[in-house]
């Protein structure tokens, strides 16, 4: 009983060690995206005229 229990926790801590670094490197490989910058003008434009159609 005590070498079998020895057996599956090194098989266990094996494959959690495995799936950290799987974790791992499949967040490297993930390709972020941002929005395009917003101009202060363009910002204020759009807000103007929001306000206008609202009146």
Do not use: C, W
Request: glycine share 6%; no cysteine; charged share 20%.
């Amino acid at each position: 009983m005590g070498m079998s229990s020895m057996v599956i926790s090194i098989v266990l801590t094996v494959v959690v060690l495995l799936l950290t670094l799987l974790t791992i490197f499949q967040g490297y490989g993930y390709k972020h995206t941002i929005d395009p910058p917003v101009n202060k003008d363009d910002h204020e434009n759009e807000n103007d005229r929001q306000n206008s159609e609202a009146k």
